[in-house]
C-alpha cells in the first residue's frame, strides 16, 4: 500500500528500516503463561550499525533490576529482506 500523506508519519515505515532485533522468550520461560507461549516483538532500524548498538544495550543487565536478576528474553538479529 503505497502512503498518501507521508507528512503524517509518526515515524519512518518498517521498508526504511530492514534491520531488526527479534525479542522472545525461551522456550519454558515462566512470563510466558501472561504473555503466551509465542509472544515476540521486533525493533527495527535503519542500519545494521543502529540495530548492533541497540541488542548490545537490550542484552546488557537493566540498570534498575535487583542485584542477581538476570533477563531471560531472547534477543537475535533479523533483517526483513
Given amino acids: 500500500m503505497e502512503i498518501c500523506h507521508a507528512h503524517n508519519l ?11 532485533i527479534r525479542v522472545s522468550l525461551p522456550r519454558g520461560d515462566s512470563f510466558a503463561r501472561l504473555l503466551g507461549p509465542d509472544w515476540e516483538r521486533y525493533h527495527w532500524y535503519a542500519t545494521t550499525e543502529e ?10 543487565e537493566h540498570r534498575y533490576s535487583r542485584r542477581g536478576d538476570r533477563p531471560t528474553l531472547r534477543f537475535d538479529p533479523v533483517d526483513a529482506t
Avoid at 540495530?51 to 546488557?60: G, I, K, Q, T
Fill in 51 to 60: 540495530r548492533d548498538a541497540a541488542l548490545v544495550e537490550m542484552a546488557s
Fill in 10 to 20: 509518526s515515524r519512518e515505515p518498517a521498508a526504511a528500516k530492514p534491520f531488526g
